[in-house]
C-alpha cells in the first residue's frame, strides 16, 4: 500500500511540473508576440482606397488625381503621423471591405459611415474586422432632384411611387428598405455616377445618399439640386477605416484626427470642398473630441449613436 501511494504522489508531482511547465511556455510564448509592423514606418508606401466618382468629398478628374474633402482629411491626418505622400486608388462602395481584407490598401478614407456591424471583431456574428478612426464628419440621409423639379418636393411622403436611386455597398440603400418608406420604389446601381448619369437623363426621379455627398453633386452639377428640409435616418458618422490588428497606429490617427478638428483646418478643408453646403449643416458635420474619442479604435462604441 505505501509503494502504490508513493507512486501515486510522485506521479501526482510529475503531472503538475509538467502543468507548470505548460503554463510558463504559454507565457513566454505570449510574451515574445511581437506587435505588427507600423503601417506607417519609414519609407512605407501607404495605399488609400477611396472615391472617385464623388465630387465634394472623393473624385478624380485624372487617373491617380484625386480630390475632395475626404482626400483633404486623410492628408492632414497622415500628415500627423509623418505620412507626407500617400498613394490613393478608387475603390467601389461594395467593395471597400473586401479591398481592406485581402490587402489591396491600408485604409479606406471614402465615406464609410461607421457601424457596429464593421467594427465589430470576425469572430462575432456579422462582424467585419474592421478599426475606425472618426467620425471626421457626420450627415443625415438627403434628396437629390432635379432642379426644375424641386418644387414638386417638400417632404419625404412626396417620393412615393417614385423612383430613387441608390447604389450598392451604402446605409442609404439599407435605411431607405425599411418598412417605413415602403411606398419608394427603389432603383440599385453600381456606384454614384450610375445614379447621377440615370437622374439628369430622366430616367430615375431623384437619388438619395448621405446629404453631404448630395450637395457635392449639386455643386458639381448646376441641373441638380439637393431639396432643402428633406433630411431623414440615422446619422452617418465616416470614419477611416483599417483592418483590426493595427491598434497602435489606430490610436495615432486618432490623436492626429482629434488635432485636426480643433483647430481651423477642418473648417478651411470642409469651405474649400463643399461651400454649398448650408452654414448649420456644416457646423452640425464638423466633430468633437470627445465623439471621435467614443468610436475610435474600438470593437463596439462607447456611446449609443452608432447603429
Known amino acids: 500500500m505505501r509503494a502504490s501511494a508513493g507512486l501515486r504522489r510522485r506521479g501526482g508531482v510529475r503531472a503538475a511540473v509538467a502543468a507548470l511547465a505548460a503554463v510558463m511556455a504559454a507565457v513566454v510564448a505570449a510574451g515574445c508576440t511581437s506587435p505588427p509592423e507600423s ?10 482606397g477611396t472615391k472617385g466618382d464623388q465630387p465634394g468629398t472623393s473624385f478624380t478628374r485624372h487617373a491617380g488625381v484625386y480630390d ?5 482629411v486623410a492628408k492632414e491626418v497622415l500628415g500627423g503621423v509623418g505620412v507626407k505622400e500617400p498613394l490613393f ?5 461594395k467593395n471597400r471591405a473586401i ?10 478614407v471614402g465615406t464609410y459611415s461607421i457601424t457596429k456591424k464593421r ?28 432642379a426644375e423639379e424641386r418644387d414638386r418636393y417638400h417632404a419625404l411622403d412626396d417620393l412615393d411611387g417614385r423612383l430613387v436611386c441608390v447604389w450598392k455597398g451604402t446605409t442609404s440603400v439599407q ?7 415602403r411606398q419608394i420604389r427603389l432603383h440599385e ?9 440615370a437622374l439628369k437623363e430622366g430616367r430615375v426621379d431623384a437619388v438619395s445618399t448621405d446629404q453631404m455627398i448630395l450637395y457635392g453633386f449639386m455643386e458639381a452639377e448646376p441641373a441638380l439640386t439637393v431639396v432643402p428640409g428633406i433630411a431623414f435616418g440615422a446619422t452617418n458618422d465616416y470614419g477611416i477605416a ?3 490588428g493595427h491598434r497602435e497606429d489606430c490610436e495615432r490617427l486618432r490623436e492626429a484626427l482629434k488635432t485636426y478638428v480643433s483647430g481651423n483646418d477642418w473648417d478651411r478643408d470642409f469651405q474649400n470642398n463643399l461651400d454649398v453646403m448650408p452654414a448649420a449643416e456644416r457646423n452640425e458635420a464638423k466633430p468633437t473630441t470627445s465623439e471621435i474619442d467614443a468610436v475610435s479604435c474600438r470593437d463596439q462604441p462607447a456611446n449609443a449613436s452608432i447603429d
Open 175 to 181: 435605411e431607405l428598405s425599411k418598412p417605413a418608406y
Open 68 to 72: 475632395g474633402f475626404d482626400i483633404a
Open 99 to 108: 479591398d481592406l481584407r485581402k490587402g489591396a490598401v491600408d485604409l479606406v
Open 39 to 48: 503601417m506607417f514606418g519609414e519609407g512605407k508606401q501607404v495605399r488609400v
Open 242 to 244: 483599417m483592418v483590426k
Open 119 to 146: 467594427m465589430a471583431p470576425t469572430s462575432e456574428p456579422n462582424g467585419e474586422g474592421l478599426d475606425f478612426v472618426g467620425p471626421y464628419a457626420s450627415t443625415p440621409q438627403g434628396v437629390l432632384v432635379r
Open 189 to 197: 446601381e453600381e456606384d454614384a455616377a450610375y445614379c447621377v448619369k
Open 89 to 93: 486608388t478608387g475603390v467601389l462602395s
